[in-house]
């Protein structure tokens, strides 16, 4: 830990440490539509808007972010265990509402499952809202 974090846009040669650290982190599931490939489109389709977080050359935290032209959607937010608490995760998701808000959104929408409760108090903690007691959360942004 070098301590300085930096930012920028996930490109798809970082697709292994941010698989890495997706299954470092409690509460996150990696399904089909998670693949290499997949993962590709999506950035091919969202140019801009994902973003990784690095200390050196380590990565140490990664957000996927998108939109379907009417909703923006943020997937995989993940911080490595040993930088949480640092406010990574924050950052990285007002990196990813900016990017949106550049693109003309206005709302934003996360799935988190209902067995995360530390995923569900993050997002609370980061103001968004329950969307009629389901596991999806939303956002005006």
Not at 62 to 83: F, T, W
Not at 104 to 112: C, N, S
Request: with cysteine; aromatic share 8%; proline share 2%.
């Amino acid at each position: 830990m070098n301590g300085e974090i930096r930012t920028r846009e996930f490109s798809i040669d970082d697709y292994e440490a941010a698989s890495d650290l997706w299954q470092k982190v409690e509460g996150l599931d990696i399904a089909e539509g998670d693949d290499r490939e997949s993962v590709r489109r999506f950035l091919g389709q969202n140019p801009g808007l994902s973003r990784v977080a690095t200390d050196g050359s380590r990565m140490v935290g990664v957000a996927l972010c998108g939109h379907d032209g009417r909703r923006g959607y943020i997937y995989h937010l993940a911080v490595d265990p040993k930088y949480q608490g640092r406010r990574l995760g924050k950052r990285l998701v007002t990196e990813c509402l900016e990017g949106l808000r550049r693109t003309g959104l206005e709302r934003a929408t996360i799935m988190v499952a209902d067995d995360n409760p530390r995923g569900r108090e993050f997002w609370k903690r980061c103001g968004w809202e329950e969307i009629d007691g389901a596991i999806a959360m939303g956002k005006d942004i």
